[in-house]
């Protein structure tokens, strides 16, 4: 275990979180969500080609077969990672909010779905408003229906269950 | 025998990741709502289940393809494609090319 073997498979791991940041991008703004706004699809299917990108960077670091040469690679290389990583918390920030435009806004949706105006059109004029306020969204009142020690369960069996898969990964890691 | 020399491990390994995230998105304060955490579970379920099916599957194939491959690294991406829920992109399909199509004719 030498210190160039950790550099790549802290890399490694890195480039898998950060395409973990933008697989929850490609959630929020596709179709799953979809009692929220529904993003054009050109940009869903770019973030999901980014996502499954910076997942196959990271996986041949960490499992490099014959294509990748991680004999030499550069100690700057984590650093790259960190800003790749950072770039994308910064993009699911903002897909967060942009996700719910402002409350009072939803009340006029509703009332122009019903002048025939088209799917289309409120999506664009959706995205087109500013982003709520992260405080100001309006699914509180959804949450509060499950428990709350039920919720924080299944949020901390989540986090268990990544980080044991990515434990898995790093010890059999052979970068 | 050894776990690690499987496929399919590495493809549970990829899916049970993917539906971890989707878990916790639906889970989340700030995102969450009933309806996602339903299909989160799908989800996990979708990865736990066809990641190791599809990458058992498809990961010789695309070995033989491009021998300098890793088989722990494809297995682990196919299991991690393979745990997006498909079902918008059905839906996708059916509004956009399939209905237009059956109101043409009528």
Same mark, same amino acid.
């Given at each position: ?19 973990? *940041? ?54 700057? *290389? ?36 019903? /002048? ?31 428990? /709350? %020690? ?26 | ?14 899916g049970?990741?993917?539906g ?16 996602? /955490?339903?299909?989160?579970?799908f989800t996990v379920f979708l990865g736990a289940l066809g %990641? ?15 021998? *300098?491959?890793?088989? /722990? ?9 393979t745990a997006?829920d ?21």
């Amino acid at each position: 275990m030498t210190w160039a073997h950790l550099t790549v498979i802290a890399t490694g791991l890195l480039y898998v979180g950060a395409s973990m *940041a933008l697989g929850v991008v490609v959630r929020l703004l596709g179709p799953t969500y979809h009692t929220k706004v529904t993003a054009p699809l050109w940009i869903v299917v770019f973030f999901a080609l980014a996502a499954v990108s910076l997942l196959w960077r990271g996986v041949t670091l960490l499992f490099p077969g014959e294509l990748v040469d991680t004999d030499r690679i550069s100690l700057v *290389a984590p650093l790259t990672a960190v800003v790749v990583v950072g770039l994308c918390l910064f993009v699911l920030d903002y897909v967060m909010g942009d996700r719910s435009p402002p409350p009072l806004f939803n009340q006029w949706f509703s009332w122009a779905l019903k /002048r025939r105006v088209t799917e289309d059109g409120i999506v664009h004029a959706a995205f087109a408003l500013p982003p709520a306020m992260h405080e100001a969204a309006p699914c509180g009142a959804q949450i509060n229906r499950t428990g /709350r %020690g039920l919720r924080l369960a299944v949020l901390s069996g989540g986090a268990a269950t990544i980080l044991i898969v990515l434990g898995v990964i790093a010890v059999n890691a052979t970068g | 025998m050894d776990l690690r020399e499987i496929p399919a491990f590495w493809g549970l390994c990829g899916g049970v990741l993917n539906g971890a995230v989707g878990l916790v998105t639906a889970y989340s304060t700030r995102a969450g709502n009933p309806l996602a /955490r339903r299909r989160a579970w799908f989800t996990v379920f979708l990865g736990a289940l066809g %990641g190791p099916i599809i990458a058992e599957a498809l990961t010789p194939s695309f070995l033989a393809l491009i021998p *300098a491959l890793d088989m /722990r690294a494809l297995a682990l991406v196919l299991g991690w494609v393979t745990a997006n829920d498909p079902r918008s992109l059905f839906t996708w399909i059916r509004d956009r090319f399939l209905l237009p199509l059956k109101g043409a004719s009528e």
